[in-house]
């Protein structure tokens, strides 16, 4: 009688948009992530940035674009082998076995995404149910399975661009689970608080979230209204 193979738990990457703000907190989540620096992709979104030795560098100069950097550092995961890739801001701290325990997950549940669990929000597998709306995603740490076609929406330029993934992995594909992890996000939403442009570039990607979800974001109206919610 012939024995099956074990299940693999594939190979995870990382990566990491950075314009050289928080130094000591990025070498920080390398060095706690678990992973050997090869399999860490930093996209570079400035020049003359000094990195942490051994990772893998993709310099992105371009106007900002935060989805497009997740892409980007998704994409070359991909191509040097990664099955699934956590996503991260420069300004987080984790724990050793932050990022083992959301792949743990993402494999256990056969879920597209995994995030950290939010406050009020029953942790496990989220799929389809999207009314009334609430966001699972965490947009400063999330774990994609890289052999979907899930991808961030290049349109969400600085802000939304996470509910959109969210409602997406929800409606289209597998689900999200969530699940209890250790991190710390030091400075949310700073950067964007201190650049009038990018005040200005979440507006306009406002706009194009409700515009694409109007009807959702209706009825969740209506569903709260109803059910005091």
């Avoid at 991909?78 to 956590?86: L, Y």
């Avoid at 608080?193 to 694409?212: G, I, K, P, Y």
Wanted: glycine residues 8%; hydrophobic residues 35%.
């Amino acid at each position: 009688m012939s024995m099956s193979a074990p299940a693999t738990k594939g190979v995870l990457f990382a990566t990491i948009p950075t314009a050289g703000g928080h130094p000591d907190l990025l070498t920080g989540i390398i060095t706690s992530s678990g992973l050997p620096p090869e399999r860490i992709v930093i996209i570079r979104t400035k020049p003359n940035v000094d990195l942490p030795s051994g990772c893998i560098v993709v310099d992105d100069f371009d106007p900002p674009n935060i989805q497009r950097w997740w892409k980007r550092g998704i994409d070359e995961s991909v191509a040097r082998g990664a099955t699934a890739v956590a996503v991260l801001n420069d300004d987080l701290g984790i724990e050793p076995d932050t990022l083992e325990k959301l792949h743990d997950q993402l494999l256990a549940t056969g879920a597209t995404v995994a995030t950290p669990s939010r406050p009020g929000l029953e942790r496990g597998l989220h799929k389809r149910r999207l009314i009334p709306y609430e966001p699972v995603i965490w947009g400063c740490l999330w774990m994609v399975d890289a052999t979907t076609d899930l991808r961030p929406d290049s349109r969400y330029v600085w802000w939304y661009g996470d509910n959109d993934l969210d409602i997406r992995a929800r409606r289209d594909y597998a689900g999200i689970v969530s699940c209890e992890v250790d991190y710390e996000h030091h400075f949310p939403g700073v950067g964007t608080a201190q650049s009038s442009e990018l005040v200005h570039q979440s507006d306009v990607d406002a706009e194009t979230f409700h515009r694409d979800y109007s009807r959702l974001l209706t009825l969740s109206r209506w569903y709260r209204r109803i059910f005091r919610r």
